[in-house]
């Protein structure tokens, strides 16, 4: 069935696009959110009227793009995590978490538009990440992972945990030799 889109569908195209689609999806998914009417002479008349608008609406959001992309690129994101001697993390930055730092630097990104390589990164060092924006413009962000360094209060735990043990080892061994 031939489509004309009102709204953006994510995987299908933009608004004014004429598409062909199954006639399920049309009816039972398009058509009720309105995100499309069917291509018919009278629809296509209203198309052709909406252009100019459709059209400059498509170069705002361009240029809209491109700067974000420009912001974005300058961007250099630092994690600080704990991570084991190898540097392999204990945890992980993903989308969801690169997000979170994006919109605490006043970015408004939806997790799904940024690509992570494998998922997640779990190692310590500098990484490269893919966000997709609007069209084929996309923007690549430099992420490093630093391992956090320890603090006074981590080596005074590790200390007393290590205290402990030993105070534990040499109960038991007391209690061996009164039995």
């Known amino acids: 069935m031939k489509i004309i889109l009102y709204q953006e569908v994510e995987g299908l195209g933009e608004e004014g696009d004429v598409k062909t689609v199954a006639d399920g999806y049309a009816r ?29 609406r498509k170069e705002e959001k361009r240029k809209e793009a ?31 978490t690169i997000m979170q730092e994006l919109e ?18 779990r190692t310590v060092g500098s990484h490269t990440v893919k966000i997709k924006l609007y069209g084929n413009e996309e923007a690549f962000i430099n992420i490093t992972i630093e391992k956090t360094e320890k603090t006074e209060t981590t080596e005074k735990t ?18 061996v030799k009164d039995a």
Do not use: C, W
């Open 28 to 56: 039972n998914y398009l058509f009720p959110k309105k995100l499309a009417v069917p291509y018919n002479k009278q629809n296509l008349k209203m198309l052709e009227q909406r252009r100019n608008a459709i059209e400059k």
């Open 66 to 96: 491109m700067s974000l992309k420009e912001r974005l690129e300058s961007e250099e994101i630092v994690f600080t995590m704990p991570a084991g001697e190898s540097g392999k993390l204990f945890g992980s930055v993903n989308n969801a």
């Open 104 to 121: 605490n630097r006043g970015y408004s990104i939806d997790k799904k538009r940024i690509e992570v390589p494998e998922h997640s990164l």
């Open 158 to 175: 590790e200390t007393t945990e290590k205290t402990e043990t030993t105070e534990k080892t040499e109960k038991k061994e007391e209690a």
